[in-house]
């Protein structure tokens, strides 16, 4: 059986047993409103969960979630795994223990012995006559619910929506096991004071509908029950004694070698996977799924011995595709390797939720035909030591805002600001025509910006705010780069820094933007109106043709027509400075 079917089998049997987990706390919650409202209720629960077709779903489903929860203990070769995960598995684990003497006297007794297991049954039973297992019943309840609740989160902190509603969720999680709890316990006070009347009692018992003697009926739950746990007991220890015999076996075969960047060399048994591996050897390693082959976040690259590898089983190469990932890279947690290999983990150790979501493949690291734009204030050192820090600074955001405003409403991505710079990237996910215009666009839409903040702060400023923009186009290596925080998309090579030698030229020809003419060629923008020059860029062994723009509104717009500041009717445009 496939380890994809086997978690698709868990999932959706866990699913039913919470559904039904759920519907019974529902019918407990009602016992803030009355007794009666509960036995009302009931009677809809039975309804729904007591026929034979959802009979053999609930009990079908309890069984698969068993077998395949202990079949993925046993797959595991390591029991190291997250504080999220442990507690979720000893919660289950203490489910066999608690859980069977209250199914066993309700839903048992009602099947083999015919008694009528009412609300009122249950409450009496519980509260009156065996309060130490109400007591139980209710901790095994909220295990159950705590176990599916946990199971929960773990599958849908990978879905998109799940974080907005993360908060909602919670508080119904929290919200439903107090309304059951306090519903229960509040009926069960008003029965403890209707019991001391004898004649009511009798009454209750009679609705019972006891075929054979109380004992017999104690003797047949209590008896069961510890049977069941008795089996249960015995499974667990064989498995652990099953998979310490299969790590002695494992001890004595040829030991595999992974190799890690930071120069870690492990030996483990075969069989194991690299996540385990990881894991069991405490080298930091990300999975947020657990290492259920889901959120690909314990992805890693390959460097040596791709060739003796396993093949990619289907699940994970959907994964991966989801990712856009290259052939050599895999799934820790699926790859166990038959042969020493060298790899490297792609994310961090604390990679959060968005390390798994579906990405575009040039963030993985690629070399792309894009265009580059540099900007810089020109002499804002001047302006800044005459200004009171906060004056700056607001001066600084407004100005970053509006260049950031431009690049994103041209449809760039803004790479990163330096000092009083502004570095962006064009058709990073189109093509390099598109980054072109694109790049025409942001440069005539940060003219206006600037003119417009130029106006905003006219009576703090002594002249007029001034800047240079220059743009390149060509091949550059786009990529996620950084370290934890500080990790960002951006490009780097020779168009980049020629971009920006291109932005410091404008101070040497006093106009506001230097434009490559391959950005002009590729753009199919007419720039022949203004000056070309053929300038010597320093780190290139040629000459390149730039245009020389004097006042970066007048650059075309994407379709083909100038800025919109030169069609004002009736109205003469001033150029601000350069």
């Not at 868990?10 to 009666?36: D, E, K």
Request: net charge neutral; proline share 4%; aromatic share 8%.
């Amino acid at each position: 059986m496939g380890t994809g079917l086997v978690r698709k089998l868990r999932l959706g049997s866990g699913l039913v047993l919470f559904v039904f987990v759920s519907t019974h706390f529902i019918n407990h919650a009602l016992g803030n409103i009355s007794l009666g409202a509960m036995e009302a209720g009931r009677e809809v629960f039975v309804a729904i969960w007591r026929n034979w077709p959802a009979t053999i779903l609930l009990y079908g489903a309890m069984l698969v979630h068993v077998l395949t929860a202990l079949w993925a203990i046993w797959q595991r070769r390591t029991l190291r795994m997250s504080r999220s995960e442990i507690v979720q598995v000893v919660l289950a684990l203490c489910i066999p223990f608690l859980l069977p003497v209250h199914v066993l006297a309700t839903r048992g007794l009602h099947e083999f012995f015919g008694v009528n297991d009412s609300y009122l049954y249950e409450i009496l039973s519980i509260w009156i006559f065996e309060p130490l297992y109400g007591w139980l019943a209710a901790l095994a309840v909220l295990l159950v619910w705590g176990h599916g609740c946990i199971g929960l989160h773990l599958w849908l902190r990978l879905k998109p929506w799940y974080g907005q509603a993360r908060i909602w969720l919670f508080t119904l999680a929290l919200l439903l096991p107090a309304f059951a709890l306090s519903g229960f316990v509040g009926v069960g006070k008003q029965i403890a004071l209707w019991s001391q009347d004898k004649d009511w009692m009798n009454a209750a018992i009679a609705t019972f509908k006891f075929s054979v003697p109380v004992a017999e009926l104690k003797a047949f739950a209590f008896g069961t029950g510890e049977n069941f746990m008795i089996g249960a007991g015995v499974v667990l220890l064989l498995l652990l004694l099953g998979r310490w015999l299969r790590h002695l076996r494992a001890q004595q075969r040829k030991q595999i070698t992974i190799s890690y960047p930071d120069g870690h060399d492990v030996a483990v048994e075969p069989g194991l996977s690299v996540l385990d591996a990881s894991r069991l050897l405490g080298i930091a390693h990300a999975s947020i799924c657990g290492g259920r082959g889901r959120c690909s976040t314990c992805r890693i690259r390959i460097s040596e011995g791709a060739d003796g590898q396993p093949g990619a089983g289907e699940d994970e190469v959907k994964v991966l595709s989801r990712v856009g990932a290259p052939e050599n890279v895999r799934l820790a947690c699926q790859l166990r390797p038959t042969a020493d290999l060298s790899v490297v983990p792609l994310l961090p150790p604390a990679a959060g939720i968005q390390g798994g979501v579906p990405r575009p493949t040039y963030l993985q690291g690629s070399e792309r035909e894009i265009a580059v734009l540099f900007a810089d204030l020109r002499s804002f050192t001047q302006f800044s030591e005459s200004k009171l820090p906060y004056d700056v600074v607001f001066a600084l955001n407004q100005y970053f805002r509006g260049m950031g405003q431009a690049v994103e409403a041209a449809g760039g991505h803004l790479d990163k600001f330096i000092g009083d710079g502004v570095m962006a990237l064009f058709g990073v996910d189109t093509d390099m025509e598109t980054g072109c215009r694109q790049a025409l666009a942001a440069a005539a839409g940060m003219a206006r910006a600037l003119q417009h903040l130029n106006h905003q702060l006219r009576h703090d400023l002594d002249e007029p705010l001034r800047m240079g923009i220059g743009i390149h186009a060509g091949p550059a290596i786009v990529g996620e780069m950084g370290y934890g925080a500080a990790t960002t998309v951006t490009a780097i090579g020779d168009t980049v820094n020629t971009a920006s030698r291109l932005e410091a030229m404008t101070k040497e020809f006093s106009v506001q933007a230097v434009i490559s003419a391959t950005v002009s060629e590729r753009a199919g923008a007419d720039l022949s109106a203004l000056e070309v020059r053929e300038v010597a860029v320093r780190g290139r062994a040629e000459t390149m043709a730039v245009h020389l723009i004097p006042d970066a509104r007048d650059l075309p717009q994407p379709d083909g027509g100038t800025s919109a500041t030169h069609r004002r009717t009736g109205r003469v445009r001033v150029k601000a400075p350069v």
